[in-house]
C-alpha cells in the first residue's frame, strides 16, 4: 500500500486544503517552522524523548522521510479526527506507533504555533487585551433553529433546558 506524502499532494491546493485546512504556500510556511522545530529536537533527543548518544541522522527507510509529511500527518489527524487504526494505515505505521508519532506531532506543531505567536488565547483577560483596539470580531459560529412543541404540557415532558427533562427522570 502506498503511504500518504505531501509530496503527492502538493501540485492540487484544493486536495492540500481538504486534507489540512491549509493552502500550499499556507502549509509550507508552516512545514519551514515546523522543520526547525523537529530538526532542534531530533538533534538533542531520540523518537522515546530520551537523551541522544549519537549525532542525529536522518535514515532513508524512515516512515517520514521529509518532515512535511509529519506535518501533513497532524494536520490531517487533528482537521478529520479519525481512528487510529485507520489512520496509521494509510501511512504505513501501526496504531501504537500512529499513537507515539502523534503525541510528538502535537507537542511540534504547538511550539511552531507559539513561536510565530498564533495559539488561540485560552483566557479571557488576554483576549480582552489583544481584541480591545479591533473596530470589528468576526467569531465563527453556526446557529441552529431547534423545533420545540407548540403545545406547553409537551414542551414541559421533552425540554426542560438542563436537569428536569427526561434524562433526570430516568436516572
Known amino acids: 500500500m502506498k503511504r500518504l506524502r505531501y509530496q503527492d499532494l502538493k501540485a492540487d491546493d484544493l486536495i492540500i486544503s481538504a486534507h489540512t485546512?491549509?493552502?500550499r504556500l499556507e502549509f509550507e510556511t508552516l512545514a519551514n517552522e515546523?522543520?526547525?522545530?523537529?530538526?532542534?529536537?531530533?538533534?538533542?533527543f531520540t523518537i522515546e524523548g530520551k537523551t541522544r548518544q549519537?549525532?542525529?541522522k536522518s535514515r532513508k527507510n524512515s516512515v517520514f522521510v521529509e518532515w512535511s509529511d509529519l506535518l501533513l500527518f497532524i494536520l490531517l489527524y487533528l482537521k478529520t479526527n479519525p481512528l487510529q487504526i485507520v489512520f496509521a494505515t494509510s501511512?504505513?505505521?501501526t496504531q501504537p506507533k500512529s499513537s507515539m508519532w502523534l503525541k510528538l506531532a502535537s507537542n511540534f506543531l504547538l511550539e511552531t504555533?507559539?513561536?510565530?505567536?498564533?495559539?488561540?488565547?485560552?483566557?479571557?483577560e488576554r483576549l480582552s487585551k489583544c481584541i480591545e483596539d479591533l473596530d470589528k470580531i468576526l467569531i465563527d459560529v453556526t446557529e441552529r433553529e431547534v423545533y420545540r412543541s407548540i403545545d406547553y404540557q409537551t414542551q414541559k415532558d421533552y425540554y426542560s433546558g438542563k436537569k428536569n427533562g427526561i434524562l433526570s427522570r430516568i436516572t
Not at 515546523?34 to 538533542?44: D, G, K, L, M
Open 21 to 23: 485546512g491549509l493552502n
Open 34 to 44: 515546523f522543520y526547525e522545530v523537529v530538526e532542534t529536537y531530533f538533534i538533542h
Open 54 to 56: 549519537r549525532q542525529y
Open 91 to 93: 501511512f504505513g505505521l
Open 113 to 124: 504555533l507559539a513561536k510565530g505567536n498564533v495559539l488561540p488565547e485560552r483566557k479571557s
